[in-house]
């Protein structure tokens, strides 16, 4: 259930690379670069709305809150698919990121609520192996949609899966915060709860260095569909070239599940982050170098995607390690900063398009080299924390 849920978002964003041409061509947007805004206008709705849905569902309890969140992205995605214009399918698409943040967020307190520490990676990390599938098979629905009906129809399969998701929350899903561990709402309390997420050293620095990751895994987003289309003529193969990346992801995910109880999530996120970079580095000289073509991109954006899987899903866990109290609170101080400044930013590299691959991948190289300096600064200058220390930040 955690899986389904966090695979609309997927769905919600992979879904649609390959109608972003029609969608261009069906509602008159000449400029290439303004159709990315389909991507953007999720990504800052789901930015914003991160920051209040967990800082309520702290007051009020998670389920209640989810089902709204749930039947929300089927009615928005239902406006999104009767859009007349650009302009109103931005605001749905708007919309439809507010209500997918709200079961984004909420379901990552709910595992906070029942889990901590290593145990609470484990089971991010196995949600994270399913939820991969999302972005091997929204590319592939999007162009089996394509290949039966105009653009819109994919929007009314998004709105299907937001309802039968809620139908399974209804069905299946407990409250996981009784009423008696509820914060009381107040201005003072809510006050008290951020100052407890924005003046802990952990939370603050691996939340910074899950942003500056997802700069450039948002750089990438708005960057592939171009690639295939433009850089190597081969838009056809968007689906397949997209599904094999999201492979290493599950890999990843699969991995991180197996050895994070053993190993700990420093010395698995440390290691992944510097693989990661390390990567990008390559990449970014592949191209500068005028090595890059369509097999190459694949191919190591493919390990580029195992560092990344390794790095946000233990980061995210350990920045949610101490915020049990305020777990709501956490996860939309977190999840907010990261997708807002993370769609921002990665919009401005996508914006950089030249043609080719090298203002992505010199980017990615520059953010992720950054988060290990927050990583660095976070940890005292200590990395790697020897197999089987406790996992507890400086």
């Known amino acids: 259930m955690i899986s389904g849920i966090m695979m609309l978002v997927a769905f919600a964003i992979d879904s649609m690379l390959p109608a972003m041409p029609y969608?261009?061509?069906?509602?008159?947007?000449?400029?290439?670069?303004?159709?990315?805004?389909?991507?953007?206008?999720?990504m800052i709705g789901f930015g914003i709305a991160q920051f209040f849905a967990g800082i309520a569902s702290d007051t009020l309890g998670r389920r209640g809150l989810m089902l709204f969140s749930l039947f929300g992205f089927g009615v928005t995605s239902l406006a999104a698919a009767l859009a007349p214009s650009f302009e109103l399918l931005?605001?749905?698409?708007?919309?439809?990121?507010?209500?997918?943040?709200?079961?984004?967020?909420?379901?990552?307190?709910?595992?906070?609520?029942?889990?901590?520490?290593?145990?609470?990676?484990?089971?991010?990390?196995?949600?994270?192996?399913?939820?991969?599938?999302?972005?091997?098979?929204?590319?592939?629905?999007?162009?089996?949609?394509?290949?039966?009906?105009?653009?819109?129809?994919?929007?009314?399969?998004?709105?299907?899966?937001?309802?039968?998701v809620w139908a399974w929350v209804v069905a299946r899903l407990e409250e996981s915060l009784p009423v008696e561990q509820r914060s009381a709402f107040s201005p003072q309390q809510?006050?008290?709860?951020?100052?407890?997420?924005?003046t802990d050293r952990q939370s603050v620095?691996?939340?910074?260095?899950?942003?500056?990751?997802?700069?450039?895994?948002?750089?990438?987003?708005v960057s592939v569909q171009p690639a295939f289309a433009v850089t190597f003529k081969r838009p056809d193969l968007l689906p397949l070239g997209f599904g094999i990346m999201a492979t290493g992801m599950a890999i990843a995910s699969?991995?991180?599940?197996?050895?994070?109880?053993?190993?700990?999530?420093?010395?698995?996120?440390?290691?992944?982050?510097?693989?990661?970079?390390?990567?990008?580095?390559?990449?970014?000289?592949?191209?500068?170098?005028?090595?890059?073509?369509?097999?190459?991109?694949?191919i190591l954006q493919t390990i580029m995607m195992i560092g990344f899987s390794l790095s946000v899903g233990n980061f995210g866990a350990m920045a949610m390690e101490?915020?049990?109290?305020?777990?709501?609170?956490a996860s939309s101080l977190q999840g907010s900063f990261s997708t807002l400044v993370g769609a921002v930013l990665g919009s401005v590299?996508?914006?950089?398009?030249?043609?080719?691959?090298?203002?992505?991948?010199?980017?990615?190289?520059?953010?992720?080299?950054?988060?290990?300096?927050v990583i660095f600064v976070t940890e005292g200058g200590q990395l790697f924390v020897a197999r089987n220390a406790p996992d507890v930040g400086s």
């Not at 990661?276 to 970014?284: N, Q, R």
């Not at 101490?322 to 609170?329: H, K, P």
């Open 23 to 42: 969608m261009a061509a069906g509602l008159g947007v000449a400029e290439e670069f303004r159709i990315q805004l389909v991507i953007t206008a999720f």
């Open 90 to 164: 931005l605001l749905a698409r708007a919309a439809q990121g507010v209500c997918a943040a709200g079961a984004r967020v909420l379901v990552t307190s709910v595992v906070r609520d029942k889990f901590s520490g290593r145990p609470m990676a484990q089971i991010m990390s196995l949600a994270h192996m399913i939820f991969m599938a999302a972005p091997i098979l929204a590319p592939l629905m999007g162009q089996a949609v394509l290949e039966v009906g105009p653009w819109r129809w994919i929007f009314a399969v998004l709105a299907l899966l937001g309802f039968l």
């Open 190 to 198: 809510l006050v008290q709860n951020a100052k407890q997420v924005v």
């Open 205 to 221: 620095g691996y939340t910074l260095a899950n942003t500056l990751v997802t700069v450039g895994l948002m750089g990438f987003l």
């Open 254 to 298: 699969l991995a991180s599940a197996a050895l994070v109880m053993r190993l700990g999530m420093r010395l698995i996120g440390h290691s992944a982050i510097i693989f990661f970079t390390l990567i990008a580095g390559i990449h970014a000289a592949v191209v500068l170098l005028g090595h890059e073509s369509l097999w190459t991109f694949i």
């Open 322 to 329: 101490r915020m049990g109290s305020v777990a709501g609170m």
């Open 349 to 373: 590299i996508g914006a950089l398009f030249d043609g080719t691959t090298g203002p992505l991948y010199v980017g990615i190289f520059v953010t992720s080299l950054l988060a290990i300096l």
